[in-house]
């Protein structure tokens, strides 16, 4: 009875392991962070010259703060900083002050709709805990390389990954596709940087279904 009970238990476990990612929602990176259409849509409007100068506008307020914050002397500007700091950019103030707080947004806050949902996402791991040779607890990233430069990407750029059965990983640095429950659960994940080890935020988790090496989707036929 006990080996039948627990054959039952495995196949009800395996079952819904199969109904979990065949409901999985396929997420990217970006759909993890806020968003500004509207914001986007008016940028994407504007000409090439017109974006050089807002682009020059955000670096005039860039040598500014450092200016203000003594992280630059006067006595180091350049002759295109003292140029850049002559100009008038008043009209684009309004513009990159929402530029700036979306920034702040987009970077700090989660999405909130996919918390509780079955996702399936690719992305870069980095192992926290092994059992073995296998990996049962890693970090999720969107790009190669993430976290070992500093800085490293926001909290709503990564996911700590909780995965029992274990990811035996052949290749390093070879993305995967991973899928289960997601979760906005604030984290600390200990990462060794380019600088030193440090415990760096991550705002969502997700108990993992599923990981399996990614595999490139096949082109559409024409």
């Known amino acids: 009875m006990p080996s039948l009970f627990r054959f039952a238990c495995g196949l009800v476990f395996a079952l819904c392991c199969q109904f979990s990612l065949a409901d999985s929602k396929p997420v990217k990176w970006a759909d993890l962070q806020p968003d500004a259409p509207a914001l986007r849509a008016s940028i994407a409007k504007m000409d090439q010259a017109q974006k050089m100068r807002l682009m020059r ?10 200016l203000d914050k003594g992280k630059l002397k006067a006595a180091d500007l350049t002759a295109n900083d003292i140029k850049l700091l ?13 530029i700036e707080q979306f920034e702040k947004k987009r970077t700090g806050e989660m999405i909130t709709t996919l918390n509780n949902q079955d996702i399936q996402i690719d992305g870069y791991l980095l192992p926290l805990k092994l059992s073995g040779k296998k990996i049962t607890e890693f970090l999720l990233v969107p790009v190669i390389g993430a976290c070992i430069h500093v800085p490293a990407p ?3 750029q990564m996911i700590v990954v909780q995965y029992p059965k274990g990811f035996e990983q052949t290749e390093l640095y070879a993305p995967v596709t991973v899928a289960g429950k997601l979760q906005i659960k604030a984290a600390k994940a200990n990462l060794a940087l380019a600088d030193g080890a440090a415990d760096v ?4 988790q997700l108990a993992a279904a599923e990981v399996r090496p990614y595999v490139k989707p096949a082109a559409a036929s024409k």
């Open 57 to 66: 506008a955000v670096q005039q307020r860039e040598v500014k703060s450092m």
């Open 86 to 98: 002559k100009e008038d950019f008043a009209d684009l103030n309004k513009l990159i002050a929402e």
């Open 154 to 156: 926001p909290p709503n």
């Open 201 to 204: 935020p991550v705002g969502y």
